[in-house]
């Protein structure tokens, strides 16, 4: 894998991505009763280290990932070591970590500036001390958050663009009321500011529902997308509007919206041959026991992608990244 000479992971959230052993560590700095006192069974759950993953798994996990973050002092650590971590174990240049920040501030009790501001204190000590690095926050917006909620976690985005937060997403699971033609001004506003946009689509649902998706909101990446393979129609307007998918090949195999490698290369392959640019990312790293590395090897062993394949799927993580590159390399920072 030295082959290639740099490597970018531009889908990744936080709540997942810190080690168990450093969430261990704040959760008892902060005086957080956790559902066990044995560090093993932390480690299992934290890890979700079982044969078999739901989808309700998961966001029984985001509880306590993002319970243990809800402080300045644990937004602080948690940037720091999951960026500077990720460059001096695995080389990742590029990082853009996302979290809703409104899952951060336990219901209001926390002041959401404090956290923000944490948060990117956290990123700027890791690019002063290692300035190979280029690193910015994306804000997550979520379907189970009334609109209101979501327009201050958009406007929020705006008001720190300056010192780190690249753009805004929408994860989590669907809940009634829910309507993608409620944010079309919302997105269309981050993008006259100046910031970027994604959602996650396409990762469960049907090929229907991404369509309508990248139909009505104006985006720049797409987080997962897999369904777009089933989809001609998709594949062309992806390449009309020129979204980059971020793909987690370990993610979606864990959860089973990819069924196996067969189904992996199919999907990876059908996308490439029909011209859609898409990138490899960890998604969920800590949780998983993944690093881009291991899921660029995953694809490798398999014959998924051939190793210039690979590298162009790298290329394209650098140019459709949110961080304004040479804004970032004068002031080495987000100042």
Known sequence: MGIFKRLA????????????HILWSIAHEQGIKLPSKDYQEFYNMITLNKPHISWSDYHKLFKWTELIQSSPM????SLYETVSGAFRVNGITLQEPGFCPMFRNRNGEQDLDHI????????ERALIEFPKIHAGIILMLDRRLPYKINKIIAEKAIKYKNRGVIGIDIAGPNAAGFSYKDYVKLFRLVQEAGLKTTVHTGE???PEEMEEVISILPLNRVNHGIKAAYSKNIMRKLVKKNITLCI?????????????????KWTLQ???????KFCINTDNPSMLKTTVLKEIQLISDNNILSDEQIKETIDWAF???FI???KQKESNLYL
């Open 74 to 77: 644990a937004m602080e650590r």
């Open 116 to 123: 923000l501001l944490a948060a990117l204190r956290g990123a």
């Open 319 to 321: 140019e459709s990244s």
């Open 270 to 276: 059908t996308l490439y041959e029909n011209k859609v």
């Open 324 to 326: 304004d590159f040479k």
């Open 204 to 206: 469960d649902g049907t």
């Open 9 to 20: 992971d531009i889908h990744f959230h936080l709540g997942q991505s810190v080690d168990p």
């Open 248 to 264: 987690c090949p370990s993610s979606n195999l864990k959860v089973g919206y990819i069924k196996d490698i067969t189904h992996l």
